[in-house]
């Protein structure tokens, strides 16, 4: 059954159907629905991680595809010549919560109901992608990120803000312990996945990427790979 993105924002472009399966339709539960994205906004709406964001969008331009959208806590941090963006995230969970940022945001979000596996959008459709915290995420991240690869245009950028696997050994070690429990209560999100490996698979002309330990944050989880990958 197709499926229509929600236009928020004042967007009021024309509906496209989109023909995919929605998370719901998965059987992703109660839990993903209401209770992880509150988890969520509770983990990732933090002044440290929003500086982060600021630094990484400052760079966001042209025809925008944000992935993984979650509840909107990237909208603040736009720059003012961002007036429009394209969002997907699978789990209506998230986008329900987004729909109060989206309203202050003054950004016209056209958001769908979409995984970053499968996107219904023709090669070379943005000129800037934005991840973050979301390939952690991604059940099938290769695929994910060659679908991101083959919708941005030549000369494109891809922005990521992602954590994963830290270079320590005994940081490691922990992540793999505890990586059952995070896909569990993470819905999905993996803690050893090695970012710039991921992201450095697809041909991409320079990845430029900054790894550092985010401060007052679990080693296990904060360790954080913020960059730009250029197509
Ligand atoms: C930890 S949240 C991060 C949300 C938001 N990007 C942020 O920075 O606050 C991860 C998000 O990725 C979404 N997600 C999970 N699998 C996905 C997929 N295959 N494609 C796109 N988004 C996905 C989840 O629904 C969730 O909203």
């Known amino acids: 059954m197709p499926v229509r993105p929600v236009h928020e924002g004042g967007g009021g472009r024309a509906e496209v159907a989109l023909p995919t399966r929605t998370r719901q339709d998965t059987g992703v539960g109660f839990y993903s629905r ?47 010549s961002v007036r429009q963006i394209t969002a997907i995230d699978p789990n209506q ?37 934005v991840s973050t915290f979301t390939l952690c995420s991604v059940r099938d991240v290769s695929r994910g990120l060659a679908e991101v690869y083959r919708v941005l245009a030549p000369g494109g950028q891809l922005l990521f803000l992602e954590h994963g696997l830290a270079p320590d050994a005994a940081i490691q070690k922990w992540q793999r312990r505890l990586n059952p429990l995070q896909v569990l209560f993470g819905d ?32 296990t989880h904060g360790y954080l790979y913020q960059g730009v990958a250029t197509r």
Request: hydrophobic residues 40%.
């Open 34 to 80: 209401h209770i992880f994205p509150a988890l969520c906004d509770y983990a990732l709406d933090r002044p440290l991680i929003a500086e982060h964001r600021r630094q990484l969008l400052a760079r966001a331009h042209g025809r925008i595809l944000e992935i993984g959208f979650g509840t909107g806590l990237n909208l603040p941090h736009y720059p003012p």
């Open 93 to 129: 969970g998230m986008s329900r919560r987004a729909r109060r940022r989206i309203r202050q945001a003054g950004i016209a979000v056209e958001l769908c109901p979409l995984s970053s596996e499968q996107l219904p959008f023709a090669d070379g459709a943005f000129d800037c992608i």
């Open 188 to 219: 999905g999100c993996h803690l050893d996945r090695r970012i710039t490996t991921l992201v450095a698979g697809l041909p991409f002309s320079s990845v430029d990427c900054a790894e550092f330990y985010l401060p007052h944050t679990p080693k």
